[in-house]
């Protein structure tokens, strides 16, 4: 053949036109005297063209050949080129694997097994594994028979016999019939621990599903009883012991490769548990002690091997806790865990090729079909099948899935199992990653029928189909109520509305039937608007089920549509924009504050849309809009009107910043720095509560005065005011100065300054829906009994005779806020010396501090409040934190600069920095302050009214643990972990506040 040129150029040729990559290699081995007799046979060309891998194709038959006895190989390529449906298998599979091209090789009469390929044969049950299998009485035999076996199920497949249902069918009777194998070998060399138990060998997972892969991990579960007049303990030890060892004769490597691991970790208390129990024990612990997952894996428990009628016993026991399980607490949260844990802990570097576990893969399908057959079959038992696609099928024909998406995710779930199984067929490897070898895709992409451009076509293909299971998969769950309520799909069988009630149960609503009312009265009709709605509602009832409470999601939802739906730019939003719509289902459901602020000014959904929407406005910019808006009002309470709606706007902004960072989204990651939310909303509510006091000022000032008050006039901002670490339900805590401008006298301008704090104070408390800003006062010197107001000279004369220490550590936090700028720095400049005084304090002031201290804690914690939970008065929490801090500005702040600011937090890394206090120590306070803070903000947000300590409602207590960010059902660990955090707290303070040297 090499010897004339143009014979050979024309062989060249003709093996790229039948898709050969690499001709001249395949031209060397057609050389090859072994295939001398067909190297010319154009049926054998046309044969390897239609290989998934011609190339391997023909490398291994040419390995095949050699491997047989001169008098055999002549048989061997007579069959080939004469018998079309045995070549098209025997090229078929040693075209698609390499890894059965190997055991061909290795056993090269095991090719006479594809001969026989009648009716009978075509879908082999069990039984007929069985006799495959006869005779493999050790594990080496048993491993030949079994991939001998495997030939015939690959031959299928390849050749499109079956389809990837019936062939995963067929891998999971196979697994059975090597189960039983296995167990006959590890009987027959122990007899005498046969004889002393019953063994039960329960398939689970794939196997159990009839769904099997070529290569995967065999779940099982061992149900053991003892023999008539056996003692229990020896039995069940006999038990284990055989149970071990067929599992050995399963999952060893020998020369003979292996067959597959058997995993029983899905059993009770996993690797922990014993392998093999009684049924009574599982029982037991299936009743008391297991998880939501335990009764899903169970779903597809089957038996399969060993004693027959004890596996039947256990599924019989297990099944209607199956069927159970959507009733237990956190069902759907504990569901919804599972499924996002498992995408968490894909790598980043292989998630967009995990063909299984990923978003869009194999998993998404049988999660949401899993997931509706634990809520629905208990009441449907057509619904109670282990199979996927079989529950799917029956999923559609009871109404519960749309006809249309089950097709869909029908058609979907089966091109990624044939994927899946055509990658795994290669090398029989247990892998659920896309290939990125471009030889290896090709190969893949020619064994599902694309030739025109395997790769690229593979990829489209594989993309629309993920496309549409995470579609579907987002959609499946939610979609069907919105069929029962808004009839979208005349004709076909719809969910009724006791399944409805049943669904919105499973996700958490705890007014179903209230519920459907609102899901009818956004998405019936055939208007434009209802048809967005629909769209938009499937995925809006996920988020909204993700949180601590549906119903006021759903009910939330359904008051701004009314509000906004004629608006044209509202449902586009929502649509169009893909953060809007999750913003808004997460600040709907997470508590009543930001949705009652957004009920007042639902226009304010349009901030949800813009990531630069979210951001809160700085005081600057703040201001400039109050006091533009306070020249335009016509009077006064005009003017306050307008500011409190800047007001009401710009809190729905910081709490829905607040909250969407406290949750994270996809998009957005939850804020990794819990300090740095604190102080985020901190600032942005002084901010706006200072720019809401400069207008109640301007307005104050321009109703009596015009432009000019007689006085010069500045707020100064104490406690947490001053401190930048106002929280939602805070009072702004205030001093009020003046000094008389020039040519007027000290009553006159005392008068008008007193005139401008009482007119302040009622524009403020005029009767409203928002949350007040109440101007608190008390902190002045001589408190309620002084007057409201002072001049500088004032404040100084009674600052020297009258001062007591307390008073000069509120002013540690004292910061203009408004009014004046240069009168609020010269109110600074004389409190400094008193809140940061010379040589620090004296021994008899430092024990004052801790008097005081001290009698607040016995006296001011409300009667029957536990203080481990208190989070401003109890242990650990923020007074206790506060008071450490301040303690130590007053005594070093003369001294270090860092220490002289308003802000605890910055204080405390101040005198970290100055070494005042351990790392370690200043890292535990700092942790519980904004611990502490943070729980109050999530009070305020979810109450809709401020409070000290963490809600008794439980809903309220879930949604607290929602925004701190624990799972539902978690509140107890979110209760320890404060108790922790804050008792470390308190220890420091114990010895750094009561015990710190004067």
């Given at each position: ?18 898709g ?12 090859l ?8 046979d ?47 298998r ?56 079994y ?41 027959a060399?122990?007899p ?79 690797r ?14 299936y ?23 004890l ?75 282990g ?47 896309v ?101 938009l ?12 409470d ?24 929502l ?55 306070v ?7 005009a ?85 930048h ?71 100084a ?19 203009p ?32 501090i ?15 409040a ?13 007074s ?11 005594q ?24 005042l ?30 409070g000290?300590?963490f ?5 309220e ?42």
């Open positions: 053949m090499t010897s004339v040129p143009g014979r050979r150029s024309s062989t060249f040729t003709r093996l790229l036109r039948h050969f990559t690499d001709p001249s290699a395949a031209e060397r081995l057609l050389d005297p072994e295939l001398a007799s067909v190297r010319s154009p049926v054998l060309f046309d044969a390897l063209g239609a290989t998934a891998d011609p190339d391997l194709a023909l490398h291994g038959l040419v390995r095949l050949t050699e491997a047989q006895e001169p008098g055999e190989r002549r048989v061997l390529l007579d069959t080939v080129v004469t018998a079309k449906p045995l070549r098209d025997l090229l078929g599979v040693l075209g698609a694997s390499e890894a059965l091209g190997d055991h061909l090789a290795r056993h090269p009469r095991d090719w006479q097994a594809l001969v026989t390929y009648e009716a009978r044969d075509l879908h082999p049950g069990v039984t007929e594994f069985e006799r495959m299998l006869a005779g493999a009485d050790d594990p080496d035999s048993l491993r030949v028979a991939r001998r076996a495997l030939l015939s199920i690959a031959a299928r497949d390849v050749c499109g016999t079956t389809d990837v249902a019936e062939a995963a069918a067929e891998l999971a009777d196979l697994a059975t019939a090597t189960l039983r194998a296995a167990l006959a070998i590890a009987e060399a122990a005498a621990d046969a004889a002393q138990c019953r063994l039960a060998v329960v398939a689970m997972g794939k196997c159990g599903g009839h769904e099997l892969n070529y290569v995967s991990d065999v779940d099982v579960i061992f149900v053991g009883e003892p023999v008539e007049g056996a003692e229990e303990t020896k039995a069940m030890q006999a038990a284990t012991r055989l149970a071990a060892h067929m599992m050995r004769v399963c999952s060893d490597t020998t020369v003979e490769g292996t067959i597959w691991p058997v995993d029983a970790n899905l059993r009770p208390e996993g922990n548990g014993p392998l093999v129990r009684t049924l009574s024990s599982h029982l037991a612990y009743q008391r002690w297991a998880k939501t997952w335990e009764f899903q894996a169970l779903l597809k428990a089957r038996p399969v091997a060993g004693d027959a009628r596996g039947a016993e256990y599924v019989e026991a297990v099944s209607p806790l199956v069927w159970q399980a959507a009733d237990r607490e956190n069902f759907v949260a504990d569901v919804q865990k599972m499924r996002r844990r498992v995408v968490d802990n894909i790598p980043v570097d292989r998630i967009d090729r995990e063909l299984k576990l990923g978003p869009g893969g194999l998993r998404d399908v049988e999660f949401a079909v899993q997931l509706l057959q634990l809520v629905h079959g208990r009441g449907d038992a057509s619904l109670r099948s199979s996927t696609l079989d529950a799917l099928r029956a999923l559609a024909d009871g109404g519960y899935v749309g006809r249309a998406d089950a097709a869909q995710l029908d058609e979907a779930y089966r091109f990624l199992r044939t994927m899946e199984h055509h990658i795994q067929l290669h090398r029989l490897r247990r892998t659920h990653l290939p990125e070898d471009e030889a290896d895709l090709r190969r893949l992409g020619r064994s599902l029928g694309l030739r025109t451009d395997p790769v690229a076509e593979l990829d489209r293909a594989w993309r629309r189909h993920a496309s549409v299971v995470r579609r579907l998969h987002e959609k499946l769950f939610y979609r069907p109520l919105l069929d029962a309520v808004a009839q979208l799909t005349p004709g076909e069988r719809r969910l009724s509305a006791e399944a409805a009630v049943v669904r919105l149960e499973a996700l958490g609503y705890a007014d179903p039937t209230a519920a459907l009312r609102h899901l009818e009265a956004l998405s019936s009709g055939v208007s434009r608007k209802a048809a967005i709605q629909r769209t509602l499937p995925v809006l009832l996920g988020w909204f089920a993700d949180s601590a549906p119903d006021a999601g759903l009910l939330g939802f359904r008051q701004v549509s009314d509000a906004l739906g004629k608006t044209p730019w509202y449902l586009r939003l649509r169009d924009e893909g953060a809007a719509a999750e913003n808004l289902a997460r600040v709907l459901s997470a508590g009543r504050l930001a949705p009652d602020l957004l009920m007042r000014a639902p226009e304010a959904v349009a901030l949800l849309g813009d990531p630069e929407g979210l951001r809160p406005r700085g005081r600057e910019h703040l201001e400039q809009e109050v006091l533009a808006a020249r335009r009002a016509p009077g006064a309470e003017a306050v009107a307008v500011t409190r709606g800047v007001r009401r706007r710009e809190l729905f902004r910081t709490a829905a910043s607040d909250l969407i960072g406290s949750y994270g989204t996809e998009d957005s990651p939850a804020e990794a720095d819990p300090g740095a939310l604190v102080d985020r909303v901190g600032q942005a509510l002084t901010d706006l509560n200072a720019a809401t006091l400069s207008g109640a000022l301007r307005a104050a000032v321009r109703e009596q005065w015009g432009d000019t008050l007689p006085a010069r006039f500045a707020v100064i901002g104490m406690g947490r005011f001053g401190g670490e106002l929280g939602y339900g805070s009072d702004a805590d205030v001093l009020f100065v003046h000094q008389p401008r020039e040519g007027v006298g000290d009553e006159e301008a005392a008068r008008a300054a007193n005139t401008v704090v009482t007119q302040m104070r009622r524009l403020l408390q005029l009767p409203t829906a928002d949350p007040p800003l109440l101007i608190d006062a008390d902190l002045r010197p001589e408190g309620k009994s002084g007057p409201l107001t002072r001049t500088l000279k004032s404040y004369a009674y600052y020297r005779r009258w001062s007591l220490v307390w008073e000069s550590q509120a002013l540690l936090r004292a910061e806020v408004a009014g004046d700028e240069e009168l609020g720095r010269a109110f600074v400049e004389l409190i400094d010396p008193l809140r940061y005084p010379v040589e620090g304090l004296g021994d008899e002031a430092v024990r004052e801790r008097r005081l201290k001290a009698r607040m804690e016995s006296e001011r914690i409300p009667r029957g536990d203080p481990t939970l208190h989070t401003k008065l109890g242990r650990g929490g923020l206790d934190v506060e008071w450490t801090v301040q303690l130590m500005q007053m070093h702040g003369w001294a270090e600069p860092g220490l002289r600011t308003t802000r605890t937090r910055e204080a405390l890394a101040a005198a970290s920095a100055a070494e206090i351990p790392h370690e120590d200043a890292a535990t306070l700092d942790e519980a302050w904004v611990l502490a803070t943070r729980v109050r903000n999530a009070v305020m947000l979810v109450r809709g009214r401020p000290d300590t809600p008794s409602n439980p809903r207590l879930a949604a607290v643990g929602r925004y701190l960010g624990y799972e539902q059902g978690h509140v107890g660990d979110m209760l320890e972990d404060y108790r922790r955090i804050t008792r470390r707290a308190r220890a420091v303070v114990e010895e750094r506040f009561y015990g710190a040297a004067g």
